[in-house]
């Protein structure tokens, strides 16, 4: 069965974010095989097509994948549960975080993404090359993902101990766990995204020289 991507580009990107509270309703392998196919499509390095994915559902899997996520919130939590005191914004970001965590093993389905390589790589350029070989195929699911309504959200937490990541997914030590992408059917909509004025986040030939600064794209002139 062949589901609708037909969602406009602009309207995915625009409506696209971390959606973290889901429903426990099934996903059905089709989909997230076609979510897979798609994000293989995404530009990689010299056309190696060095990444491996890893759908998970088994509740074990899931389990022991949960503990290690819930081990590094408990060391973040504390300082930003200070910040979510003092900025209702973030707030919301910290409590979808928290909900999140303590329902890791109800999420109907993760994708692992793997690199084909080492964790690190020398220079530094490598290790950028490595990983940008995988990231734009995380968008493209994670785009494909919004298009039929899915929620998603990049999470690394639960990957932090790449030892202990390739144990439980039984991975080779030539491979890498990269990123997870959660997915559930959402508990309720996407809402609109707030961010930055795009004058605020770009430099011209040098960083901090900011002509754009405070606007938005319509209101910048040709």
């Known amino acids: 069965m062949k589901h609708d991507f037909s969602m406009s ?16 309703e099934p996903i059905e392998d089709a989909l997230l095989l076609e979510i897979i196919h798609l994000g293989t499509k995404a530009p990689n390095s010299m056309n190696a ?6 759908i998970v559902r ?12 819930s081990g590094m919130w408990k060391l973040a939590r504390p300082s930003l549960a200070k910040k979510a005191e003092k900025d209702p914004g973030f707030a919301k970001v910290f409590k979808a975080t928290d909900w999140g965590v303590e ?8 994708i692992v993404a793997c690199y084909k390589g080492g964790r690190l790589g020398w220079p530094v350029l490598q290790a950028a ?15 494909a993902a ?25 991975v080779p030590a030539s491979h890498t766990p990269c990123v997870m992408i959660t997915l559930g059917w959402p508990q309720g909509g996407y809402g609109p995204t707030t961010r930055k ?5 770009v430099s011209l030939d040098r960083y901090g020289n900011r002509p754009w600064q405070g606007k938005e794209v319509d209101e910048i002139g040709g």
Request: proline share 5%; no cysteine; glycine share 6%.
């Open 9 to 24: 580009l602009d309207q995915a990107m625009t409506t696209q974010r971390a959606i973290r509270r889901v429903t426990d």
């Open 49 to 54: 097509q060095k990444w491996e994915f890893i």
């Open 58 to 69: 088994d509740e074990t899997v899931k389990q022991q994948l949960g503990k290690m996520n």
């Open 103 to 110: 329902h890791f093993v109800d999420y109907p389905a993760m």
């Open 129 to 143: 090359s490595n990983y940008g070989s995988v990231f734009p195929a995380i968008q493209n699911m994670m785009l």
């Open 146 to 170: 919004r298009a039929v309504g899915l929620g998603t959200n990049l999470a690394t937490m639960p990957l932090w101990n790449n030892r202990k990541a390739r144990k439980i997914l039984g």
């Open 197 to 201: 004025p795009v004058g605020d986040v």
